[in-house]
């Protein structure tokens, strides 16, 4: 009986598990296959339905060079990778320090200030868009890639997670460091920059796909095509006269697959530092 | 002593300032601006900006289209969070069970994260073209009508939100999983052997210990659905008959197209306080539950 009730909760179960995986892997699949063939044969075995709708063939190159070839998402490709780029870099230094801070100094406003971070956690990114695009305009800065970067790089959540990593570490080990004369800078790249790692690939990653994924900010405060980012040149292969489907799927395809390339072999720590800022808020 | 405390201070100090004045600057102050400049009005003769008080807000009070925009702001979230979170559940669930072709399905579930909204909605456009797309394809070959789903103001909604939630899902997922993770085995083994059942171990014991877990997932997701803004963008425009048209929408509308910036950051703040409300409810509830 019970032998019984098991198997039949493994068919659930497997019945369940592919349901979900078909539903998020049909979508991409189809768009990767068919961005490789012409542009009439894009939907070719939609309706009816048949099994050309996966198939590669007819077999071309085009939709790929096209999109590359194509000056708006080109250049948006560049300018998204240094916009990415450069907030990870600047964002994990200065809030890996601001999170070393709190979790390792004793200072006179401490709680004050954590309260900022926490405060800035609870306001959901894309609300205040609409003011910080007037802010950005009294400092004369609409239209250019430091107004892409700036609003990004403070980023409560990823102090949250230098807080979460920098308490674990025992404070015994950075006491008797100081007791042999170390100065905190030592401390800092001594001792805790090598364990620090897994954190910052974690924060990295959060701090890429959020520029990668940037759609709001972008289309608010840039205007031109030397500042344009990723996902908004997609809608330059609409036109007026209609959509070229072809270059779209690869453009959209293209930007499926490289986040997933940088995500994939990285997913540990992606998860991990999600579920710690989780846990402890 | 003292004077190395002193010198401590300054030093941590000087660590936190850079990320503190980013986010003071860029996340908190503009919460200040948009108070501020929901109270002027910008001339259009002029161009120059005039105090106009609370004028702004009784302009929104007495327009219709704005109330249409809290209750359709409200309706999403009313049906998006739940749908997100039980769904996420479920996946977090599924991939925690310690069983064959776990790892392809933990990978197979990732997949949307490397997704972004934006081209989550261009696939599910595709799916969903009212006149000859996959779905009505298939609807047809099950013998139903074909539907006119974003063209018909009753069906839109229900497309933004399964995009939404084709893509927010396994974000959420993460979260449960890691819930989930902390719950003890020696809990659900002491059940096993009390002969406590599947169902009621998981009402009983995982329900209660993800508690906290499922309610910042619920405030977060709430935060981000009340924000929703591409699928909108891109698909509806806030229609058919203003039926998908958001606060958020409506205020980028009017701010960034119609160029009322007065107006729209009055539909900011009250969308602001709007799920200030909703959140504190929510803890509400969650403490007078415990």
């Known amino acids: ?281 | 002593m003292i004077k190395q405390k002193q010198k401590i201070s300054i030093l941590a100090y000087s660590f936190l300032l850079p990320a503190l004045a980013m986010i003071l600057i860029f996340k908190l102050y503009p919460i200040i601006l948009v108070t501020k400049e929901s109270l002027f009005k910008v001339s259009y003769l002029s161009g120059t900006k005039v105090f106009v008080g609370i004028n702004n807000y009784m302009d929104l009070f007495c327009d219709s289209s704005f109330w249409n925009s809290v209750w359709v702001t409200l309706k999403l979230n009313l049906l998006i969070n739940p749908v997100q979170l039980v769904i996420a559940i479920i996946m977090g669930m599924l991939i925690n069970i310690n069983h064959k072709g776990k790892m392809i399905y933990r990978f197979l579930f990732f997949i949307p994260l490397g997704v972004s909204l934006a081209v989550t909605t261009i696939y599910w456009s595709i799916i969903f073209r009212p006149g000859n797309g996959v779905m009505n394809y298939l609807l047809n070959g099950l013998g139903f009508p074909t539907q006119p789903f974003f063209n018909s103001a009753s069906q839109a909604m229900w497309i933004i939100i399964g995009i939404a939630s084709w893509k927010g899902c396994s974000f959420w997922m993460l979260f449960v999983l890691a819930g989930l993770k902390n719950i003890p085995k020696e809990i659900y083994e002491a059940a096993e052997v009390e002969g406590v059942g599947s169902l009621s171990s998981f009402i009983f014991i995982t329900l209660p210990m993800l508690s906290k877990t499922l309610l910042f997932i619920l405030v977060s997701d709430i935060c981000a659905n009340f924000m929703l803004f591409i699928p909108i963008f891109m698909i509806t425009h806030g229609g058919p008959d203003s039926s998908t048209n958001v606060l958020m929408y409506q205020a980028y509308r009017t701010s960034m197209i119609n160029g009322d910036m007065g107006h729209g950051m009055a539909m900011i703040v009250s969308l602001m306080i709007l799920l200030s409300i909703v959140i504190a409810a929510q803890f509400k509830l969650f403490k007078d539950n415990e």
């Open chain 1, 1 to 281: 009986m019970n032998r019984k009730h098991n198997k039949r909760n493994i068919v659930i179960y497997h019945l369940l598990s592919i349901l979900f995986s078909l539903i998020f892997v049909l979508p991409i699949l189809w768009a990767l296959i068919a961005s490789f063939r012409p542009e009439i044969n894009i939907f070719q075995g939609i309706s009816p339905l048949s099994f050309k709708v996966l198939s590669f063939f007819p077999f071309t190159l085009d939709n790929y060079i096209g999109v590359f070839k194509n000056e708006v998402f080109s250049k948006a490709l560049l300018n998204t990778f240094f916009v990415a780029t450069t907030t990870v870099i600047i964002g994990v230094i200065i809030n890996a320090f601001a999170g070393f801070s709190f979790a390792t100094m004793d200072f006179y406003g401490k709680k004050v200030l954590f309260s900022i971070v926490v405060a800035s956690f609870l306001v959901p990114g894309d609300l205040l868009v609409i003011p910080t695009y007037n802010l950005i305009d009294s400092m004369g800065l609409i239209d250019t890639k430091i107004a892409l970067i700036l609003p990004l790089l403070g980023n409560g959540m990823v102090i949250f997670m230098f807080i979460q990593f920098f308490s674990q570490i025992p404070k015994a080990l950075s006491e008797a460091a100081v007791i042999d004369g170390a100065s905190y800078r030592q401390i800092l790249i001594i001792i805790y920059a090598p364990l620090t790692i897994p954190t910052i690939i974690g924060a990295s990653l959060i701090m890429f796909l959020a520029q990668w994924e940037a759609f709001l900010w972008p289309l608010v405060v840039s205007r031109s095509i030397n500042n344009g980012m990723i996902q908004l040149a997609l809608s330059t292969f609409t036109q007026q006269y209609g959509t070229l489907w072809g270059l779209k799927l690869a453009a959209s395809s293209l930007l499926c697959f490289i986040p997933l390339i940088i995500l994939m072999p990285l997913q540990k720590y992606y998860i991990s530092s999600i579920a710690s800022s989780a846990i402890k808020g």
